[in-house]
């Protein structure tokens, strides 16, 4: 790869995960990071807090500052002073919660509020590993990334599905803007 010092000043791309508390955006992020899914007791994060990566697009490397927010209704209005500065945003349902999914829009409407016009914004159908209990269908979160014209993929955070890979994504996108 390159040298340390290579891209020391590089942008530093400011990813936020967003979507309703439980789906799984800490547990991703945790995958992402380290490879590792902790089952057990869910604890709901509280606050904001942020994650660094540096991926490698094409012999480019791309750095991610990735913010996981706290999913549960009384941390929202501290979550939107974030978005104005994001250049990404990863909005996460669960396939085994038909409420979060249907939450996606309300969502949407927040980030269409608060966020830039030209973020990056990636659907992510989560828990994809639940096929038993799973109620919404990937064709259904297929047809709303269509609607908003936003990318879309189903992931686990638990067996690691399209997690990298949807980082990547972004990354490529974020790149192709830098
Ligand atoms: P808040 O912090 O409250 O916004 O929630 P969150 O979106 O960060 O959810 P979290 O990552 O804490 O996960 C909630 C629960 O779902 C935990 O018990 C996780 O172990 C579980 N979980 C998360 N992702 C997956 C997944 O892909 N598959 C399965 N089977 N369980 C998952
Ligand atoms: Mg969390």
């Known amino acids: 790869g390159l040298p340390p010092s290579a891209d020391a000043d590089a942008p530093v791309h400011k990813t936020i995960l967003l979507g309703d508390s439980g789906v799984g955006k800490t547990s991703l992020l945790v995958q992402f990071d380290t490879g590792r899914f902790q089952s057990g007791n869910f604890s709901a994060t509280v606050g904001i807090g942020f994650t660094n990566k540096v991926v490698s697009v094409d012999n480019t490397r791309v750095k991610l500052q990735i913010w996981d927010t706290a999913g549960q209704e009384r941390f929202r209005s501290v979550t939107h002073a974030y978005y104005r500065d994001a250049h990404a945003l990863l909005l996460l349902y669960d396939v085994t919660n ?23 914004i990636m659907l992510l159908g989560n828990k994809a590993d639940c096929g038993g209990e799973r109620v919404v269908r990937k064709e259904d979160g297929e047809r709303l990334a269509r609607e908003y014209n936003v990318a879309f993929m189903e992931t686990s955070a638990k067996t690691g599905l399209n997690v990298e890979l949807a980082f990547m994504a972004v990354a490529r996108e974020l790149k192709c803007r830098q």
């Open 98 to 120: 038909k409420l979060s999914f249907d939450n996606t829009r309300a969502w949407l409407g927040e980030i269409r509020e608060y966020a830039q016009d030209d973020v990056v």
